[in-house]
């Protein structure tokens, strides 16, 4: 019988380290000048995390686990009939994930609907590794619907979807961080994977920036999709979104409360004098 899931003692000190040693390297070698204080900003940020958690393994505990339990037991779904051995198979699982969350990333942006919940991650005046757990609660519950096609569709098992979900949690605080890599590794690292400059360029303020760069793993999907952005320094971004650009907008409260009130047209700048 084959391990059925990564288990949580590998996975949870795993993002924990990961997490730590990227808010020390970003005391080390910060990339952006910050906005806000980053204590405040990361308080802030751990607590629509801790809202967002405790609402996804409310919504995936009952729905997810027990899918991709009967997918593996029926074969249902993409993978289970195609029967491939576990060294091709979990990889092109992984694959095939990361490609469909490329279109979920899409959709959040140019759907208005779920545009309301994923707003509130890119309203964050500052990007670095808390940004990356700053999801609204809504966001992950609806994540949750889309993750159970992925798991239909493709056949996902119980073992592939916890690999997919460690790796996806370290690759987001990674290319969320404000860490300065020399150019060289960074040059060399995103032509794989999404790096702190490329989605540095999707948390911008110009349109057409934050319209591109939608890769969350690898960087494959934006080259196929020309909508890869690598052209604009970090010195020349703006991070967040032009309608919210002042501290007091974006405090806890109003940040949690924010899909469900009257919506801010996204990318108009206020006039400045
Ligand atoms: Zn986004």
Redesign the pocket.
């Known amino acids: 019988m084959k391990a059925k899931k990564v288990p949580a003692w590998i996975s949870a000190p795993l993002a924990i380290g990961a997490f730590a040693a990227l808010v020390w390297w970003e005391r080390r070698r910060p990339l952006r000048r910050a906005v806000e204080p980053k204590l405040r900003r990361n308080l802030r940020n751990l607590a629509v995390a801790g809202l967002g958690a405790a609402a996804h393994q409310l919504a995936a505990a009952p729905i997810l686990a027990p899918l991709t339990r009967t997918v593996e037991r029926r074969r249902w779904g993409l993978l289970r009939r195609l029967r491939l051995p576990a060294w091709i198979e979990i990889p092109l699982a992984l694959a095939l994930l990361d490609y469909t969350l490329y279109v979920w ?1 899409v959709l ?2 140019r759907t208005p609907f779920l545009w309301r919940f ?1 707003r509130v ?2 309203v964050d005046l500052d990007l670095d590794a808390s940004t990356a757990l700053r999801f609204h609660f809504g966001e992950l519950s609806l994540s949750v619907a889309w993750n159970a096609g992925e798991v239909l569709l493709l056949g996902i098992t119980p073992l592939e979807l916890s690999i997919r979900q460690t790796l996806l949690l370290i690759s987001i605080l990674f290319h969320h961080s404000d860490i300065e890599l020399p150019m060289n590794v960074e040059r060399r690292l995103v032509r794989w994977v999404v790096t702190p400059r490329m989605h540095g360029i ?2 911008s303020i110009a349109e057409e920036e ?1 319209n591109s760069n ?1 890769s969350s793993g690898l960087t494959v999907w934006d080259r196929l999709h020309k909508t890869l952005r690598l052209d604009i320094p970090q010195e020349e971004i703006t991070i967040g979104i032009p309608t919210y650009r002042d501290p007091r907008e974006v405090t806890l409260p109003k940040i949690v409360v924010m899909p469900f009130g009257e919506q801010r047209p996204t990318w108009k700048l206020p006039a400045v004098s």
Request: no cysteine.
């Open positions: 990333h959040a942006h994923h991650h890119h999707h948390h934050a939608w």
